[in-house]
């Protein structure tokens, strides 16, 4: 414990660490907003490019001012504005699409930063730690800045919530009712070079984007509620600035790939764990519906055949009738037995009184859905047995009695047979 | 006064002007039908009235004045194609952005504004799924919430984009039937329409157009074999002719 604590708090005896750690949350809170707009509108690609498309403004700002941030930032801002404008430009101007022409003007504004850089004689840019983050260097000028952002980002998007939200939904419905879609495009991508100047020196343009992008992408997997997302996003850039700091700290990683990395991870557990729709949480849930089925059919087998003696006999029946494995059948029967729906008694293996008025209950789903869909006209005649089959399944007490009083309660299915009346 | 006034409306889309030469006089009150073939100009015609298309010449009129200044008086319903429905947002905040013609540019729904939508969403039988996610909505529910919103804000003017495409039966009475009740209510209603059923129980007028307005009238005066031919430059298929007939 006392190792995993020191791990921890170790790095806080230092300062840089420290201003590391503030700018980090910087980080993750700025691109996490911006991102999820970004995300939303599908504007992935240029946010891309606008990372690179700041490095001239940087340097130009270097050459101007040297380190001093404002210029810097100045510098970034007015490379990132007229980078967009300039996509959108050419886009508009000819038969060039956006992606071909998004990948014209960002490759050339880099190529022009990269020139610049070349030109630098005297005191060298390092373009090392511009390009893939070096947290560990943030300087107390960088954290103020980084904070201005951070603050004028949130409350843009608090303030401007509504037309945020309805030109990202719907731009004619937007136009129609007076808010310049235009004005939002070129405030949001403000915003986003903002938000890509205070990630600089911790992640780097070469993976700004990243965090950006996958943050609200991780937390996209787990809401549906815009709200929710912005949070999400925001914790999961904290979480992966943090993490990733940490392992730049102790292993000597670059801090840049570190933090990306942490936060490639988070997305790879909500892609396959995630509740709602996660790979393996689909997976489980699909295998346990069919446990559930297989279960189902079982009674129904053996409320109609009646108790057996011979219950290898049985599993061999049921393995031909329903296509499954022997081993599957026995598998359910073992959990059957504890769950009190199948008995042995008298050398004689069948349905518990639990287990019958189970069967009754899938019966009477199974024929009331019959009469349903016939009556409804939903499915044709051929084939409403098998739809049944997968209905008598799925369908809830309540939703069943619902079906019972929509047909008025019958008591025939089409094929003739009884419904069983539902037990009081 | 006229709802709507088109004064020599040209707008040009990839290059190629779409539509040509439009002039039309709308009256409050009705329910007007766009009728065309593909690409004969429908929806444009539609977004140059509304200004989403710039206008190469002419001008466009809503109640005497410039669209801009009539914002408020103009409600679109849009092709529930065009949306992406994995948005994060519920039925009740899409119903909501109806009202915010109203809200002050950093301001948040008031009470009122709050039973407007729900009374909206009560009129398209929607109330019990207010703070379902627009991902869980079937097509016809889809429709009915684009419908919600042009009530909550309480226009003059509706603009229907292919409202009857891609929803059931049941739905698309139960718009048609809202729609009527707008009219009653001396609303305008503009619907593009992109089949020939029902068009003598829909619409009180038509525009018929391919690229040039062909003809506009009430429906009983237009929408004759000889205008709808020549609407339709003699490409009917089957189908239509056979509605055609029904109509009859």
Redesign the interface.
Same mark, same amino acid.
């Given at each position: 414990m006392d190792i995993l604590t020191k791990y921890i708090t170790e790095p806080f005896q230092y300062e840089f660490i420290q201003r590391a750690l503030i700018a980090s949350l910087m980080v993750g809170v700025s691109c996490g907003l911006i991102g999820t707009y970004i995300m939303l509108r599908r504007l992935s690609l240029i946010g891309d490019a606008l990372a690179h498309a700041v490095l001239p403004g940087v340097v130009i700002g270097f050459m101007v001012a040297g380190k001093n941030p404002l210029t810097l930032f100045l510098g970034a801002l007015g490379a990132g504005i007229l980078t967009s404008i300039l996509i959108s430009f050419v886009e508009r101007n000819s038969k060039i699409k956006e992606d071909t022409s998004i990948g014209i003007i960002f490759t050339g504004a880099f190529a022009l930063g990269i020139l610049l850089v070349s030109q630098l004689k005297q005191v060298h840019l390092d373009l090392s730690s511009y390009l893939f983050g070096d947290v560990l260097g943030v300087s107390d000028s960088d954290i103020i800045m980084s904070s201005i952002i951070t603050v004028f980002i949130l409350l843009s998007v608090l303030l401007f919530y509504k037309q945020l939200l309805v030109t990202s939904f719907d731009p004619t419905m937007a136009h129609i009712i007076g808010i310049s879609t235009a004005m939002v495009h070129y405030f949001l991508m403000t915003l986003l070079s903002m938000s890509i100047v205070a990630g600089l020196q911790s992640v780097g343009v070469i993976l700004i984007i990243a965090m950006l992008i996958t943050p609200p992408a991780t937390a996209f997997l787990l809401t549906d509620k815009l709200k929710k997302l912005l949070l999400l996003s925001c914790i999961f850039g904290v979480i992966s600035s943090v993490i990733g700091l940490y392992l730049s700290y102790h292993f000597n990683f670059a801090s840049g790939a570190s933090i990306v990395l942490v936060s490639v991870f988070l997305f790879c557990l909500a892609f396959l764990f995630s509740p709602k729709d996660g790979l393996v949480v689909k997976n489980f849930r699909r295998r346990r519906n069919s446990n559930v089925n297989l279960m189902e059919d079982i009674i129904k087998f053996m409320n109609k055949n009646g108790a057996v003696s011979d219950i290898n006999d049985l599993t061999i029946k049921l393995s031909a009738e329903l296509g499954i494995s022997t081993g599957k059948i026995n598998s359910a029967f073992t959990k059957m037995k504890s769950q009190g729906i199948i008995e042995d008694s008298q050398g004689r293996t069948g349905l518990t009184s639990k287990g019958v008025a189970e069967a009754t209950r899938l019966v009477r789903s199974h024929r009331l859905w019959e009469t349903y869909v016939t009556e409804k006209q939903i499915v044709s005649k051929e084939d409403i047995h098998q739809d049944a089959e997968k209905y008598e399944h799925i369908l809830s007490d309540d939703l069943i009695a619902e079906i019972d009083e929509e047909l008025g309660h019958p008591e025939k299915d089409p094929h003739g047979s009884p419904i069983p009346k539902k037990k009081e | 006064m006229n709802a709507i006034t088109v004064k020599n409306l040209t707008v040009t889309y990839n290059k190629k002007p779409a539509i040509k030469g439009i002039n039309l006089e709308i009256e409050s009150g009705n329910i007007v039908g766009i009728i065309g073939p593909n690409g004969a100009g429908k929806s444009t015609l539609m977004k140059g009235i $509304?200004? $989403?298309l710039p206008a190469d010449t002419g001008e466009v009129k809503i109640f005497g004045n410039d669209i801009?200044i009539s $914002?408020?008086r103009?409600? @679109?319903i849009?092709q529930k194609e065009q949306? &992406?429905w &994995?948005?994060? %947002?519920?039925v009740f905040?899409?119903v909501m952005?109806g009202r @915010?013609?109203y %809200?002050s =540019?950093?301001g948040s729904p008031s009470p009122r504004d709050k039973s407007i939508v729900e009374n909206a969403l009560e009129k398209v039988e929607m109330k019990d799924n207010a703070y379902t +996610?627009i991902?869980n909505l079937s097509g016809g529910q889809q429709q009915r919430i684009f419908l919600a =919103?042009a009530l909550a +804000?309480e226009s003059d003017i509706y603009f229907f984009d292919e409202p009857f495409v891609g929803v059931d039966a049941k739905t698309e009475v139960a718009i048609f039937n809202l729609i009527k009740e707008l009219k009653e209510e001396g609303k305008t209603i503009i619907i593009v329409h992109h089949d020939l059923g029902k068009i003598k129980d829909y619409f009180d007028k038509l525009i018929l157009i391919n690229q040039t307005l062909i003809a506009y009238g009430n429906t009983d005066k237009v929408f004759k074999p000889e205008l709808i031919h020549k609407t339709y430059g003699g490409q009917l298929t089957i189908l239509q002719k056979a509605n055609q007939l029904m109509e009859r």
């Open positions: - | $509304l200004g $989403l801009k $914002l408020k103009v409600a @679109y849009p949306f &992406d &994995d948005f994060p %947002i519920n905040e899409v952005m @915010y013609p %809200i =540019r950093f +996610q991902s =919103r +804000q």
